[in-house]
């Protein structure tokens, strides 16, 4: 088991020397976890299959979850990909670096454990200073999916990462926490219109001011695309239960009805005519702004489940813009209870 060591860096100013070293574990086939603006990613050579391999032990990754690759710019795409069709390319330049993950024809080369056997290839820049250093230098390819233990919420700070991978991971890069907090947009450009497979940091709506009108799959086109999807994703050991936008009425029936059943109840609530209902240190009460939901969602999440309560009651957010992805997270989260 490798010993797991934590370099600090600064995102402004980030140590060449520093990131010199985790270029050297990365490019012997070790892991090393590093920061993104989305969440922490879990990185190793994407054309490395044995490094590629210990990727999903060390998360208990199911291997039909295929992994993002995480690439310097635009110009690395052509090593990863047979072809990239023109909204793809326009959305590249538009977006990137940036919370949008794209998805491409492969190129033969690309290990079959990051494609999961799939004909496609998933790639981003990530918007971080620090990494886009990493991936300068590394000069490649880095597999990035969420530095976490599989199906658990997603890590957005390096304390999260090791709270899950000590011991199975080389290296984790620490740089303060993410700032956006939920996962990447992943878009298939491989067909037109193209399909959204996830929704996350990038709107929907951005999306289609840049190139017009893309769809979301249903179901079985999704399992298909994409299938790692129908596995558990981003939940806490804790039930989460869900009520509507402001309900004080739902929350103080699900607060009673939980307690009434002897249960330990967590929850967390951004409105403000919720902030004063539930007096106990299991109700975390984030800010209303879209923005600060999302980059504090799983963090609060994890600080409940280290409280050990039994079940986390979840004042819903409106449905657009960034909060179609929070919605995404937490309805995932809630599917998977007991
Ligand atoms: P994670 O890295 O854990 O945030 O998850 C990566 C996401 O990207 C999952 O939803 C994958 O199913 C998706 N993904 C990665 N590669 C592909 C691909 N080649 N085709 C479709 N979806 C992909
Ligand atoms: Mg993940």
Do not use: C
């Amino acid at each position: 088991m490798p010993t797991t060591k934590i370099i600090q860096l600064s995102t402004e100013h980030p140590d060449a020397d520093k990131i010199q070293y985790a270029v050297e574990v990365l490019h012997a086939g070790g892991l090393v976890a590093f920061p993104t603006e989305t969440v922490y990613g879990l990185g190793a050579d994407a054309l490395n299959a044995g490094a590629v391999q210990k990727v999903f032990e060390a998360k208990g990754r199911p291997s039909d979850n295929p992994l993002i690759v995480h690439i310097a710019s635009l110009e690395n795409v052509q090593q990863f990909t047979a072809s990239v069709s023109e909204k793809g390319l326009q959305l590249a330049r538009r977006f990137w670096p940036g919370p949008l993950t794209l998805v491409f024809q492969r190129k033969i080369n690309v290990p079959d454990g990051v494609t999961a056997g799939l004909e496609t290839v998933a790639l981003r820049v990530p918007d971080h200073p620090v990494t886009l250093e990493l991936l300068r230098q590394f000069n490649g390819g880095i597999v990035g999916p969420s530095a976490n233990v599989s199906g658990k919420p997603s890590p957005t700070s390096a304390e999260h990462v090791y709270n899950d991978l000590n011991g199975k991971i080389d290296l984790i890069i620490d740089a303060g926490s993410t700032t956006i907090g939920v996962e990447s947009t992943v878009l298939d450009v491989t067909v037109d219109p193209p399909v959204i497979l996830r929704i996350g940091g990038l709107s929907r709506e951005d999306i289609e001011k840049e190139i017009g009108e893309v769809r979301v799959t249903n179901a079985e086109e999704l399992l298909r695309r994409s299938p790692g999807t129908r596995h558990r994703h981003y939940a806490p050991n804790a039930s989460v239960i869900l009520f509507p936008p402001a309900d004080e009425e739902k929350f103080r029936q699900f607060i009673q009805q939980n307690k009434a059943q002897q249960k330990k109840v967590g929850s967390i609530t951004y409105s403000k005519v919720l902030a004063g209902i539930e007096q106990s240190s299991f109700h975390v009460i984030l800010e209303s702004s879209i923005e600060h939901v999302a980059r504090n969602l799983f963090r609060a999440l994890r600080e409940l489940d280290r409280q050990e309560v039994d079940v986390i009651l979840v004042e819903s957010v409106e449905e657009k813009g960034l909060g179609a992805a929070v919605m995404d997270r937490l309805r995932k989260a809630a599917l998977h209870n007991g």
